[in-house]
């Protein structure tokens, strides 16, 4: 039994709350169990210096943890990001990325700040998560101004999550106790299609076989398909 009673192929109960912010309709608070991030989705009529001139448009993303969403305060990161956050923000804007076709909304950029209220695992996938129905409203804004096509834009939905091997077994949607006593520890994030966007996996002591990494692919589509779920309500 997981220390909060979950199943080892169940998530957390999750929960996503659109236009959050009143001043961003791209703007949604998720939730996962305790992990909570706000994510919003604002854009700009500017582009990267390489490209500009090419009639494509870029998303990207950043990311942080406030000082008080960990046990002990974490400290702002005043004096450049560290590696972790620039690895994390990264991993955020390629998988997002993946579900937009960027030359519909040409000139322009799409800033999704992931801001980590509560952390107890899992919170680059729930930003991921989060931060794709941010991106969708945002575009929506978009539309209703006559500023980018009215469909195409969105490709697929994308989704991510935890998925981990403790005490030899695999568990979905891993909490921070169950992280730091994990042998394998994965972040998988996948379209709605089935098709994989990025698979982060390691392992911690043993290496592991293919038949492990199979069955934790298993259960993270399964994980994957109630929070597909959870995003088409918090957009209808």
């Given at each position: 039994?997981?220390?909060?009673g979950?199943?080892?192929n169940?998530?957390?109960p ?7 912010i009143k ?9 996962m ?6 994510c ?9 210096s ?11 993303a950043e990311?942080s ?16 990001l560290?590696?972790?956050t ?20 040409g ?6 700040d ?13 930003s991921?998560?989060?931060?794709f ?30 998925v981990g ?5 695999p568990l979905?949607d891993?909490t ?6 994990a042998?394998v ?11 994989i966007?990025?698979?982060q996996g390691?392992?911690e ?24 779920q ?7």
């Amino acid at each position: 039994m997981r220390p909060d009673g979950r199943a080892p192929n169940k998530i957390r109960p999750v929960r996503i709350i659109p236009r959050f912010i009143k001043y961003h309709p791209g703007s949604v608070l998720i939730q996962m169990g305790d992990t909570v991030v706000l994510c919003v989705a604002t854009f700009e009529k500017t582009l990267p210096s390489w490209l500009v001139g090419k009639g494509e448009g870029w998303l990207t993303a950043e990311y942080s943890l406030l000082p008080g969403s960990t046990l002990e305060r974490t400290p702002r990161e005043t004096g450049g990001l560290g590696g972790r956050t620039q690895e994390i923000r990264r991993f955020i804007g390629r998988s997002l990325r993946a579900a937009f076709d960027l030359d519909k909304f040409g000139g322009y950029t799409i800033t999704v700040d992931c801001d980590v209220l509560q952390a107890d695992g899992g919170t680059r996938t729930a930003s991921v998560t989060g931060g794709f129905v941010a991106v969708v409203l945002a575009l929506r804004e978009l539309s209703q101004k006559g500023l980018i096509p009215p469909r195409g834009v969105v490709k697929t939905q994308v989704a991510a999550i935890s998925v981990g091997i403790v005490n030899g077994e695999p568990l979905l949607d891993l909490t921070y106790e169950e992280d730091s006593m994990a042998e394998v520890d994965m972040n998988v994030v996948m379209t709605s299609k089935g098709e994989i966007v990025e698979i982060q996996g390691t392992a911690e002591g043993k290496p592991f076989s293919r038949e492990t990494l199979q069955k934790m692919l298993d259960i993270a589509w399964e994980g994957l398909q109630e929070l597909f779920q959870a995003q088409r309500e918090a957009l209808k």
